[in-house]
T-cell receptor
Framework: DAGITQSPRHKVTETGTPVTLRCHQT?????MYWYRQDPGHGLRLIHY???????DKGEVSDGYSVSRSKTEDFLLTLESATSSQTSVYFC???????????FGSGTQLSVL | AQSVTQLGSHVSVSEGALVLLRCNYS??????LFWYVQYPNQGLQLLLK??????LVKGINGFEAEFKKSETSFHLTKPSAHMSDAAEYFC?????????????FGKGTLLTVNP
C-alpha cells in the first residue's frame, strides 16, 4: 500500500455548489496529481503539484482549482460544480526514484 | 506535446491465447513509457515501465512490452491469457524533464478473456 488516501469515496452534490476533494499521502513525495476518468477518455490530468504551494495546470483544468499548503495534502476544488464534472477522480503520487505513480482508490462524484 | 494512442478500445481473447495490446506514442523527448492495469472499482496499478536500457521489459503477472523507437510503439503482450487478466489497460508516456513532469495516458483498452 502506497499510503495514499482520498476522501470522500463517494459524493453526490447539486449543480452550482462548491466541492472539495482531498488527497492525503504518508510517503512524503514531492509530486502529486489529480486525474479524472471518464468512459472513452481514459485518464486526463487536471492539475498537478511539484511541491508545497507549487502547482500547475493539466489538460482539463477549467473549472477546477487546487491547493497544497503542506506536503501530505493536495486539495481539488470545484468552485461551482456542473454536471459535466460528474466523473471518477483519482489522486496519484509519484515515486521519483522508481518513476512510477501510485494511485488512490478514487472518488466517485455525481453532480445532479 | 506528448500523446498516446491505444489501438482498439476493446480486445477479446480466449483463455490460453496470446494477448496483444497496442500502444503508439508521440514525444518530443526520449520517452519514459508505462503500462498500467485497472481492475473493476480500483485505482491503477503499474504493470511495467521503460525508462532507459533494455528495450524489452518484463512486468508483473507475465506481461512484457517492447520499446521500438523506429515505430514509436510500446505494445504489451502476454503469451497465455488467464481469466484474471480481464481488466482495463492503459498505456502512458511521461515528459520527464525538470519540474514539469507529467504523465499522459491513452484512452485505455478493455481486455475480455473468454473461457
Amino acid at each position: 500500500d502506497a499510503g495514499i488516501t482520498q476522501s470522500p469515496r463517494h459524493k453526490v452534490t447539486e449543480t452550482g455548489t462548491p466541492v472539495t476533494l482531498r488527497c492525503h499521502q504518508t510517503e512524503n513525495h514531492r509530486y502529486m496529481y489529480w486525474y479524472r476518468q471518464d468512459p472513452g477518455h481514459g485518464l486526463r490530468l487536471i492539475h498537478y503539484s511539484y511541491g508545497v504551494k507549487d502547482t500547475d495546470k493539466g489538460e482539463v483544468s477549467d473549472g477546477y482549482s487546487v491547493s497544497r499548503s503542506k506536503t501530505e495534502d493536495f486539495l481539488l476544488t470545484l468552485e461551482s460544480a456542473t454536471s459535466s464534472q460528474t466523473s471518477v477522480y483519482f489522486c496519484a503520487i509519484r515515486d521519483r526514484v522508481d518513476e512510477k505513480l501510485f494511485f488512490g482508490s478514487g472518488t466517485q462524484l455525481s453532480v445532479l | 506535446a506528448q500523446s498516446v494512442t491505444q489501438l482498439g478500445s476493446h480486445v477479446s481473447v480466449s483463455e490460453g491465447a496470446l494477448v496483444l495490446l497496442r500502444c503508439n506514442y508521440s514525444s518530443s523527448v526520449p520517452p519514459y513509457l508505462f503500462w498500467y492495469v485497472q481492475y473493476p472499482n480500483q485505482g491503477l496499478q503499474l504493470l511495467l515501465k521503460y525508462t532507459t536500457g533494455a528495450t524489452l521489459v518484463k512486468g508483473i503477472n507475465g506481461f512484457e512490452a517492447e520499446f521500438k523507437k523506429s515505430e514509436t510503439s510500446f505494445h504489451l503482450t502476454k503469451p497465455s491469457a488467464h481469466m484474471s487478466d480481464a481488466a482495463e489497460y492503459f498505456c502512458a508516456v511521461s515528459d520527464h524533464g525538470g519540474s514539469n513532469y507529467k504523465l499522459t495516458f491513452g484512452k485505455g483498452t478493455l481486455l475480455t478473456v473468454n473461457p
